[in-house]
């Protein structure tokens, strides 16, 4: 990926950092971007920004900043505790949207006139978006609405290329704080409930986030990367 340069929004932790981190050891330049600070032992070859994707004009502004460009990758996304409908906060469902839906929507928005031909989007939805489990409604809905959205931005942006990324179960900061013998006992249940029998890694979804960024005949495709979790 030489003389490319990609930016990952939501690209400061999880799935988003092992993007960053594979792509600038295949060869490009990368800038990551997300709303905490740069974290401490940060790789110094992999450049940093804050920017909060639910500021449409902050938005603007950095990829005004940013200038052309050739891939974008975006994992930004809420924590959000599983609920079912009767303790649904309504305010917290819309936030949530807010960040997963429209958080992509405006990143696309501003960006398209910077990517260069050839160049490509991919966005992030998840295992809920085809998967009903009681208390997931929002993450479903948010999910699913991102995979429309990835079909319908590769007619109208084509011929830049727009795909989905669907993770599974992966062990980042997204299953929300806790200590890490909580964080090993979830990843052994859920990981054992699989056909691969574990779950995943930033890594093993940042392989599929690199191959659609260097596949010039993929765009409109949903890629799950979920252990078989769908299954
Ligand atoms: N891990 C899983 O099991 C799983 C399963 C299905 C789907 N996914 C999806 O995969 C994507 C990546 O998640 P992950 O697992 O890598 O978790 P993660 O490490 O928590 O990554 C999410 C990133 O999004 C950033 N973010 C949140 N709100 C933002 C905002 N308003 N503006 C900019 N950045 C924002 C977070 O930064 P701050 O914390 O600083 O805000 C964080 O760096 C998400 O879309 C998630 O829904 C994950």
């Not at 990926?1 to 400061?12: A, T």
């Not at 600038?24 to 909060?52: F, K, N």
């Amino acid at each position: 990926m030489k003389n490319q340069l990609v930016v990952v929004i939501g690209g400061l932790s999880g799935i988003g950092r092992a993007v960053a981190e594979q792509a600038a050891a295949a060869g490009a330049r990368v800038i990551a971007a997300g709303r905490r600070a740069t974290p401490a032992e940060w790789p110094s070859h992999i450049e940093s920004a804050q920017l909060d994707v639910t500021d449409d004009a902050a938005v603007q502004r950095f990829f005004a900043g940013v200038g052309e460009f050739d891939h974008l990758v975006l994992t930004a996304g809420p924590v959000i505790p599983s609920a079912r409908l009767a303790d649904l906060a309504p305010e917290q469902a819309m936030a949530a949207f807010d960040v997963k839906v429209f958080g992509q929507l405006r990143a696309v928005k501003h960006a398209a006139r910077y990517l260069n031909a050839g160049g490509s989007v991919t966005l992030t939805s998840g295992l809920l978006a085809r998967k009903a489990v009681p208390g997931g409604l929002v993450k479903s809905a948010m999910n699913a609405a991102v995979e429309a959205m990835g079909k319908t931005l590769a007619k109208e942006l084509a011929p830049l290329r727009v795909n989905v990324v669907s993770p599974g179960m992966v062990e980042t900061g997204m299953w929300g704080e806790m200590s890490d013998a909580e964080r090993g006992a979830m990843a052994q249940r859920a990981g054992a409930g699989l056909p691969v029998g574990r779950v995943g890694q930033g890594s093993d979804l940042a392989q599929a986030y690199l191959m659609i960024m260097q596949n010039g005949f993929m765009t409109g495709a949903v890629v799950d990367v979920d252990g078989g979790g769908l299954l």
